[in-house]
Nanobody
Framework: DVQLVESGGGLVQPGGSLRLSCVAT????????MAWFRQTPGRGREGVAV????????YYADSVKGRFTISKDNAKNTLYLQMNSLKPEDTAMYYC??????????????????????WGQGTQVTVS
């Protein structure tokens, strides 16, 4: 299995920036898609951004498009989410997740949480 650990959350004022990190360990070869999700009591868990390993394509939720950037550093086995122009509505617990390789990559861009097998513990982002 893949183990994921997020970091980088914190308190930031509106308009500010944060960069979240997610370090992957274990059988990292067992996934070809990683994603960032966020969860609030009101909205539940929603997809934020995904990245495909084979072609490096990225997909974003409309709510963050143009403000957030997902990327990965293969040498460090680390996934990043650069968040700029943060808004109060971005406040949430942010999770990184990985798709099981057994699923086709077509599931990646859908950003449906139930299809992602591996999850980190989450890191809190508060914009206020």
């Amino acid at each position: 299995d893949v183990q994921l650990v997020e970091s980088g959350g914190g308190l930031v004022q509106p308009g500010g920036s944060l960069r979240l990190s997610c370090v992957a360990t274990g059988n990292t070869y067992s996934t070809n898609c990683m994603a960032w999700f966020r969860q609030t009591p009101g909205r539940g868990r929603e997809g934020v951004a995904v990245i495909l390993f084979n072609d490096q394509n990225t997909y974003y939720a409309d709510s963050v498009k143009g403000r957030f950037t997902i990327s990965k550093d293969n040498a460090k086995n680390t996934l990043y989410l650069q968040m700029n122009s943060l808004k109060p509505e971005d406040t949430a617990m942010y999770y990184c997740a990985a798709l099981n390789l057994e699923l086709g990559t077509g599931y990646c861009r859908l950003m449906w949480p139930d299809y992602f097998e591996y999850w980190g513990q989450g890191t809190q982002v508060t914009v206020s």
